[in-house]
Structures are given as C-alpha cells and as structure tokens.
C-alpha cells in the first residue's frame, strides 16, 4: 500500500480565511500532484510538480498555491477560502518514469461556510 | 485539449450480471491506465496497457486497448457488491505526459 497522507481529512471554515492543505509521500517519489474532485464526479488536474522547486499549474484553474520545497511534502494553499472551493482535495505521487501510475492519499474534504 | 470520455456515465446491475465501461481518447495515447474509487474513498491503480490491441485479465476484470490506442474498456463477469465504485480511465500521449482521467463510470451492484 502506498505511503502517502493527507491532513487534514476534513475541513469546514468560514470565508476569507487562509487555508494550508498537507500532502506528505514517504516513498521518495519525485512527481507530485494536486487534484481536485466534487462528489462523484470527475478528477481535475489543479497542480503538480517533478521535483524539488518544480511547480506547475494544472488544466484546470485553481486560485489556490502550491510549494515543492521538499521531496516529500507538497501543501496546497488557498489564501483566502470561498464556498466555491468547498470540494474534495486529493493528493497523488508517482515516480519519475514516464508512465508511472499515481498513488492517491485519502484526500481532506474541505467546506468553506 | 486532450478529452478523455467514459460511457456509459453510470450503470446499475444486478449481482451477478456482466458489467462493462468504455474509455475513448480524442488523441492516441502512448498508455491507459485504470483506477477504483470506492464510495467516500481516494482512486486506487487497477493497472496499465502499453501495447495496441493489448488484453489483461484481472480475475473477473478484464482490460483492452484498441489497436488504434484511442480507446479501452474494462468488463467485470458476473458483478459482485464488492465491485461497487467508480471506474476511471486515464490516459497519457500526444504532446503531453500529464495523465488526463476519464469522465469515469459510476457502478452500482444490486444483491
């Protein structure tokens, strides 16, 4: 089973505030990714990264920040929380190969009241 | 864009019954890659095809990649509740190696 955590797994706050969502691996995989995905629904790409000081924006966009200062930490922040951002939050990791599948953390569920 | 479309959107069966979801890509992809979702959980890596034409079994799961690489299905044999959650496709290629997800396929099980 993949070692990858997700803090924390739920989240209700109140608009306006500032948010940091964690995402640790412990498998010493370089790729990194941020997806973000309402109930049942499909998943969208909001971040990733291949590395050590590596961030990218996704397909889709997301007001929300990201930061790759170490190989196995990876937080998502939003600076200031809407109710559009209420959606759940899933983090993944693969290694470097190209085709490597992504391994997923439980995902924080965040509401924004 | 690269689109990555599953149908059917959902599905309800009775235990016991065939079950099968098709994944079509709009660009050849170079690998497709399948996940679960259980209700409430996190996706979780079913497996990968490479080669066109490519078939894999997994127990009552079975995987193929069309010959052309733009599309796959995944069909279950005589579903199970266990088999309950939401099947995604994903795929990578042409001029990207970012993996882009299905639309998924919603199954639901009836005992």
């Known amino acids: 089973e993949a070692d990858i955590y997700q803090t924390p797994r739920y989240l209700v706050i109140g608009t306006g505030k500032k948010i940091t969502l964690e995402c640790s691996q412990t498998m010493g995989h370089d790729k990194m990714y941020w997806y973000q995905q309402d109930p049942g629904m499909e998943l969208h790409l909001i971040h990733y990264s291949y590395g050590v000081n590596s961030t990218e924006k996704g397909d889709l966009s997301s007001e929300s920040t990201v930061s790759r200062i170490r190989t196995e930490h990876f937080p998502l922040t939003l600076e200031s929380a809407r109710p559009s951002h209420t959606s759940q939050y899933l983090c993944?990791?693969?290694?470097?190969?190209?085709?490597?599948?992504?391994?997923f953390g439980n995902g924080t569920r965040l509401t924004v009241t | 864009g690269q689109q990555v479309m599953q149908i059917p959107q959902y599905q309800h069966v009775q235990e016991g019954e065939d079950f099968t979801t098709y994944c079509n890509s709009s660009t050849t992809l170079s690998n497709i890659q399948w996940y679960k979702q259980r209700p409430g959980g996190h996706p979780v890596f079913l497996i990968q095809?490479?080669?066109?034409?490519e078939v894999k079994k997994q127990k009552r799961l079975t995987f193929q990649f069309g010959e052309a690489k733009k599309n796959s299905s995944l069909h279950i044999t005589a579903t199970q509740t266990t088999d309950v959650g939401t099947y995604f496709c994903?795929?990578?290629?042409?001029?990207?190696?970012?993996?882009?997800f299905g639309t998924g396929t919603r199954l639901q099980v009836f005992p």
């Open positions: 994903a795929g990578q290629g042409g001029n990207t190696d970012k993996l882009i």
């Open positions: 993944a990791s693969s290694e470097g190969r190209y085709n490597s599948p992504l391994h």
């Open positions: 095809l490479v080669k066109s034409g």
